[in-house]
């Protein structure tokens, strides 16, 4: 097939399927550093476009073959610059549907109101310095941080699906604090249900490096009252250690955890107080995109 790819078993929504709306070439208006595909100039339009229907069948093939939890729409670059999205998706209302956008588009309104049929929708936000967002990101001219943050904030008021923001985090560009205070600040406004904090675990096309796991959960400290995700494999020294039952509960009424956070950050002290706390009610369980969070009610 060429615009089907998967099933794939997805960290953070499951198993996957897969449709590529540019399978044959990079389309996109980003040439981020950290991108697993060749460095290519950033474009603002998709040329010679497949029609819907030629897409369409191929899903409608696949849907009978496998079984999956979410129907993924990405692209060989950024999915919404396919002109005919919106008749796309019109045709396929019946399936669980995720869009990975670099956001760029977000400010648009026709976007956002087809943006707004989709299930979930992950926009990137990997910085939101001017500055740090050009070097990081390498968008097209045409691009503008600030459009995309009022952008993300309006698509919020409208928005009825889950609304996820991911950051990825790059060593020495978007890996300060001062940078991750000010991502806070601008989360607050955009009130998305999830924040995923990834960093590079694929060859990237530029000579780049990721942070560690632990790194990651150090920025992620500066992100105060979002559910936090932050996809990983690896055994974590990044602990938190000798809670009281307040500081728990303040903790995860600021920051709710994941249960793979639970599981791997709380030392057995802490571990105990919260399966004690979760016995009293003083904890609910909440899922956001296929993750369950433990976030504190009192």
């Given at each position: 097939m060429k615009y089907i790819f998967g099933p794939v078993a997805s960290r953070r929504?499951?198993?996957?399927?897969?449709?590529?709306?540019?399978?044959?070439?990079?389309?996109c208006n980003f040439d981020c550093i950290y991108c697993e595909l060749e460095a290519a100039k950033p474009v603002d339009?998709?040329?010679?476009?497949?029609?819907?229907d030629e897409i369409l069948k191929e899903i409608n093939e696949a849907v009978k073959k496998y079984d999956f939890d979410v129907l993924t729409i990405t692209s060989n670059g950024e999915p919404t610059l396919y002109p005919y999205l919106d008749d796309l998706v019109d045709k396929l209302q019946n399936h669980k549907l995720l869009i990975l956008s670099n956001s760029s588009t977000i400010h648009d309104k026709k976007i956002q109101k087809t943006l707004c049929k989709?299930?979930?929708?992950?926009?990137?936000?990997?910085?939101?310095?001017?500055?740090i967002f050009k070097k990081i990101d390498r968008p097209h001219k045409s691009v503008d941080i600030n459009k995309i943050i009022n952008g993300m904030i309006e698509f919020r008021k409208i928005y009825e699906g889950e609304l996820i923001i991911e950051i990825l985090v790059v060593k020495g560009i978007n890996d300060k604090e001062d940078e991750f205070e000010k991502i806070n600040g601008i989360l607050a406004k955009i009130k998305p249900d999830r924040v995923d904090i990834s960093t590079i675990d694929r060859p990237p096309a530029y000579n780049v490096e990721g942070v560690s796991i632990d790194r990651l959960f150090e920025l992620s400290q500066k992100i105060e009252n979002q559910h936090i995700f932050i996809p990983t494999r690896e055994k974590l020294d990044f602990k938190v250690e000798n809670l009281t039952k307040e500081e728990l509960l303040t903790t995860l009424k600021k920051r709710p955890f994941s249960e793979t956070d639970v599981k791997n950050i709380f030392d057995e002290h802490t571990q105990r107080l919260f399966n004690?706390?979760?016995?009293?009610?003083?904890?609910?369980?909440?899922?956001?995109?296929?993750?369950?969070?433990?976030k504190a009610i009192v």
């Open positions: 929504f499951g198993m996957s399927l897969g449709v590529d709306l540019s399978p044959d070439k990079k389309r339009v998709y040329d010679n476009p497949p029609e819907a989709f299930d979930i929708v992950k926009l990137s936000l990997d910085a939101v310095t001017p500055k004690d706390a979760m016995k009293e009610n003083l904890i609910e369980e909440v899922w956001v995109g296929g993750i369950k969070f433990y």
